[in-house]
């Protein structure tokens, strides 16, 4: 039995991987094309929020895009201890760090980093748990050293398209089974966080960090917006639809 359960995972995962569609190619991060951190007389310019979109910048947005986002899993070697299990939030603000930064995980850097970064937590909220949008902000400002990271509430599918389309990969709280992933660990979690990384021109491309075939898995955009919510310890349906979108260092160039 055991033999035929495992045979038939198998076969379920070759066939999602063969019925995946192409994904358009990925582009990687240029500091000086990210117009929103251009400079307008040595001042950083207002950047592009979601009830600041207009008519043409939906109309502008290509059919589909997709960022060369680095990825990792929140298990990096695959141990589900309760420190990695909660480890989503760290491994998706990790994702698009690194992408800024244009470096690339292994195993043990992945796992090293994370591990700080719940130190850092165990030290600042006294204790490692899910975390707020609003929480992992903090985390993202006072440990990464980001200055401009902002929550943008209700926010519609072009919103993420626009944010993607702009060089800005978006972090997703999630009420985690609701996303129906079939690589999760069964039921999968109740909460979660993940980032957007693309889009095509009916699903959202994303570096899933809770599972090791997380990277470029596809969300239709009604699960991803259905299943968009905070933190909310009384009921994870209740949470707010935010999403989190961190805005790259402005260098000496810029």
Request: net charge negative; glycine share 6%.
């Amino acid at each position: 039995m055991a033999g035929f359960f495992s045979y038939r995972v198998t076969i379920k995962n070759l066939w999602l991987e063969l019925t995946s569609p192409a994904l358009p190619k990925a582009v990687e991060y240029q500091t000086i094309n990210i117009n929103t951190n251009s400079l307008i007389n040595g001042q950083e310019q207002q950047a592009t929020t979601s009830n600041q979109i207009t008519e043409d910048d939906k109309v502008n947005l290509p059919d589909s895009y997709n960022l060369n986002v680095p990825f990792t899993s929140q298990a990096p070697f695959a141990d589900w201890n309760e420190t990695f299990k909660e480890g989503c939030e760290e491994a998706s603000a990790l994702i698009v760090h690194y992408f800024y930064e244009a470096k690339e995980f292994t195993p043990q850097i992945a796992t090293d980093e994370i591990l700080k970064m719940v130190d850092w937590q165990l030290e600042n909220f006294g204790g490692h748990f899910d975390l707020t949008a609003q929480e992992t902000v903090q985390m993202i400002k006072e440990y990464l050293g980001y200055k401009k990271v902002e929550v943008i509430d209700n926010p519609t599918v072009d919103d993420i398209k626009l944010q993607l389309a702009e060089g800005r990969p978006v972090i997703i709280p999630a009420a985690g089974r609701m996303l129906g992933n079939p690589y999760f660990r069964t039921p999968g979690p109740i909460y979660h966080m993940l980032v957007i990384k693309g889009y095509t021109e009916t699903q959202f491309i994303t570096n899933d960090p809770g599972t090791k075939r997380g990277e470029n898995f596809l969300y239709d955009f009604d699960v991803i917006m259905e299943a968009m919510h905070n933190w909310n310890e009384a009921d994870i349906n209740l949470g707010e639809k935010n999403i989190i979108i961190i805005y790259p260092k402005l260098t000496t160039s810029q």
